[in-house]
T-cell receptor, first 113, second 112 residues
Framework: NAGVTQTPKFQVLKTGQSMTLQCAQD?????MYWYRQDPGMGLRLIYY???????DKGEVPNGYNVSRLNKREFSLRLESAAPSQTSVYFC????????????FGPGTRLTVT | QKEVEQNSGPLSVPEGAIASLNCTYS??????FFWYRQYSGKSPELIMF????GDKEDGRFTAQLNKASQYVSLLIRDSQPSDSATYLC????????????FGTGTRLTIIP
């Protein structure tokens, strides 16, 4: 099992450009999450999806959109990138049959110039 | 006040000693707690979770939970240089749509 995979690993964008970060999990988890991690700020939840077809805002949703394409895939879209969105983005998934422990993908390092 | 607080460190511990990492939380409704290890440039990796008062041991790691004091800790026995990383504490509140709240992490350095 690959666990949680993310693409791309690195990306540089110019201000105003758009892009989609892809995430997939092969653990048959219902819940999926997108976080950003910035120095001194810890992990902050952007959006999450408790099940296929549902999405909800987290702590810092402004400037982002998400799509839960199917049970395996959860994408994060930046419509018009801003330098403030320079960060490391992590996708995670969790099993709602247990204690909801989350498993993380390898991350995408995004720089917006 | 942040919901989950950790001392940011850095915490330096000699090799072979016990490293003690601490975390406090503000939401008394929090029921399960998680410790993640994150190496520089890598993603968080789950080490342990605990949801009952008391101690839970897994190899060199022991998680401790005191709900009355709203306090969670992680002890690492026989610390190794490979334990040098940032340790993240997280809490989950039931009926919170399975959302974890993370602390900002404690950076641990094991000195050979």
């Amino acid at each position: 099992n690959a666990g949680v995979t993310q693409t791309p690993k690195f990306q540089v964008l110019k201000t105003g450009q758009s892009m989609t970060l892809q995430c997939a999990q092969d653990m048959n988890h219902n819940s999926m999450y997108w976080y950003r991690q910035d120095p001194g700020m810890g992990l902050r939840l952007i959006y999450y999806s408790a099940s296929e077809g549902t999405t909800d805002k987290g702590e810092v949703p402004n400037g982002y959109n998400v799509s839960r394409l199917n049970k395996r895939e959860f994408s994060l879209r930046l419509e018009s990138a801003a330098p403030s969105q320079t960060s490391v983005y992590f996708c995670a998934s969790s099993d709602d049959r247990g204690v909801y422990e989350q498993y993380f993908g390898p991350g995408t390092r995004l720089t917006v110039t | 006040q942040k919901e989950v607080e950790q001392n940011s460190g850095p915490l330096s511990v000699p090799e072979g000693a016990i490293a003690s990492l601490n975390c406090t939380y503000s939401d008394r409704g929090s029921q399960s707690f998680f410790w993640y290890r994150q190496y520089s440039g890598k993603s968080p990796e789950l080490i342990m979770f605990i949801y009952s008062n008391g101690d839970k041991e897994d190899g060199r790691f022991t998680a401790q939970l005191n709900k009355a004091s709203q306090y969670v800790s992680l002890l690492i026995r026989d610390s190794q240089p490979s334990d040098s990383a940032t340790y993240l504490c997280a809490a989950i509140t039931p009926f919170g749509n399975e959302k974890l709240t993370f602390g900002t992490g404690t950076r641990l350095t094991i000195i050979p």
